[in-house]
């Protein structure tokens, strides 16, 4: 019974301070998005953000970018993202309580180089 009690104290706080945060989570997907839509032509956001979550993908023909690349610029610079088996959607970033706003410029500033070092 024990056990019961850590998950209903768990259940209460998501309750009571949930929507918030997820509210907070929302902007900062936002700001994101915006950030990365309007940074470089190659980089483009799949899809309109509703929640936490923005997905993105590097569409470059002759090979110089690529979403693998800048997953792995990414990766090296410690701004987590998830690599999905999708051609149309292979990239995706997802804010949480465990991102803030300086996490959110630090996002973009790495992906911002991704592009300025080719």
């Known amino acids: 019974m024990r056990k019961v009690g850590i998950l209903g104290a768990a259940g209460i706080v998501a309750l009571t301070d949930g929507v918030a945060r997820l509210n907070e989570d929302h902007v900062r997907a936002q700001r994101l998005a915006k950030a990365l839509g309007e940074m470089h032509p190659l980089l483009s956001v799949v899809g309109e953000v509703q929640t936490n979550m923005v997905f993105v993908r590097v ?55 991704y592009f300025a070092a080719q």
């Open 59 to 113: 569409q470059d023909e002759t090979g110089r970018y690529s979403t693998a690349g800048l997953i792995e610029h990414l990766l090296v610079h410690r701004v987590l993202v998830y690599r999905l088996d999708s051609p149309f959607v292979p990239c995706r970033f997802v804010t949480s309580s465990r991102v803030d706003d300086a996490d959110i410029d630090r996002a973009i500033a790495v992906v911002r180089g």
